[in-house]
C-alpha cells in the first residue's frame, strides 16, 4: 500500500543551526512534491514544490530536494529562527490523476533560542 | 484578496444537532476541498468540487453533506455527527484541481467537537 512517511519524534534543534526534515515513500510514482507549514489549530501554509525531474528548490532560507530513486525528500531550513517551529507536512501529487496533494502527517520542529 | 476563510472557528454539537460549516475564497479558484484533521494526523481528503460539482467523495459517511452555492461558497452540513467526528475540519482551494502544481490554500479550519 501507499505510504508516506515523516518523523513522528520533534525535532529540536539550537537557533541559527539547519534543520533537516526528512520525507519517505513507498509504492508512489509523485510528479510532484509540495511542503507545508502547519501552527497549531491552523490550516497548513504552502511553502515550496518540486517536480520529479528537479534535484533540488531554493527559497529564501529554505531548500527541498527530491530523490526518486531512495524515494525521499530532504526539507532544509538554514539560519533556523524560534518563529520557525511549527509542523512541517510533505505532500505527493501523482501523476495521471487528479493531483490532489495527499499528506504526510508532518514533523514536529522546535527551534530553541 | 489570498485568504480561505471559514465560520466558525469552534462548534460544539450535540450528536442530534443540525449544523453547517462555511467556507469562502475570492481568489477566483475553481476547485474547493474539505479535509477532516485529527491530532497528530495528517489532512484526510473528503470531497472536492471542481467547477461547482462534486468530483470527488472519499467514501465519506452521509451524515456529511457538502454543498457549492457558487464558486466561491463552499458549505459542509452535519447531521446526527459521532464523537469520533470531532477533529479540525479545513476547507481548501487551488485554481484548478487537475493541474500539476495544485497548491491548496487552507483557511483556518472550524474546530468541531461532537458531545
Known amino acids: 500500500s501507499q505510504k508516506i512517511e515523516q518523523n513522528s519524534e520533534a525535532l529540536n534543534i539550537q537557533e541559527g543551526k539547519t534543520a533537516t526534515l526528512t520525507c519517505n515513500y513507498t509504492?508512489?510514482?509523485?510528479?510532484?512534491l509540495q511542503w507545508y507549514r502547519q501552527d497549531p489549530g491552523r490550516g497548513p501554509v504552502f511553502l515550496l514544490l518540486?517536480?520529479?525531474?528537479?534535484k533540488e528548490k531554493r527559497k529564501e532560507r529554505l531548500k527541498v530536494t527530491f530523490d526518486t530513486t531512495l524515494k525521499q525528500s530532504l526539507f532544509h531550513i538554514t539560519a533556523s529562527q524560534p518563529a520557525d517551529s511549527a509542523t512541517y507536512l510533505c505532500?505527493?501529487?501523482?501523476?495521471?490523476?487528479?493531483?490532489?496533494?495527499?499528506f504526510g502527517r508532518g514533523t514536529s520542529l522546535i527551534v530553541h533560542p | 484578496d489570498t485568504e480561505v476563510t471559514q465560520t466558525p472557528k469552534h462548534l460544539v454539537m450535540g450528536m442530534t444537532n443540525k449544523k453547517s460549516l462555511k467556507c469562502e475564497q475570492h481568489?477566483?479558484?475553481?476547485?474547493m476541498y474539505w479535509y477532516k484533521q485529527k491530532a497528530k494526523k495528517p489532512p484526510e481528503l473528503m470531497f472536492v468540487?471542481?467547477?461547482?460539482?462534486?468530483?470527488i467523495n472519499e467514501s465519506v459517511p452521509s451524515r456529511f453533506s457538502p454543498e457549492c452555492p457558487n464558486s466561491s461558497l463552499l458549505n459542509l452540513h452535519l447531521h446526527a455527527l459521532q464523537p469520533e467526528d470531532s477533529a479540525l475540519y479545513l476547507c481548501?482551494?487551488?485554481?484548478?484541481?487537475?493541474?500539476?502544481?495544485?497548491?491548496?490554500?487552507f483557511g483556518p479550519g472550524t474546530r468541531l467537537t461532537v458531545l
Open positions: 468540487y471542481s467547477y461547482e460539482k462534486l468530483s
Open positions: 481548501a482551494s487551488s485554481q484548478e484541481g487537475a493541474s500539476g502544481n495544485n497548491e491548496q490554500f
Open positions: 509504492n508512489y510514482s509523485p510528479a510532484y
Open positions: 481568489m477566483g479558484h475553481r476547485a
Open positions: 505532500a505527493l501529487l501523482a501523476s495521471g490523476g487528479s493531483y490532489i496533494p495527499t
Open positions: 518540486i517536480r520529479e525531474n528537479e
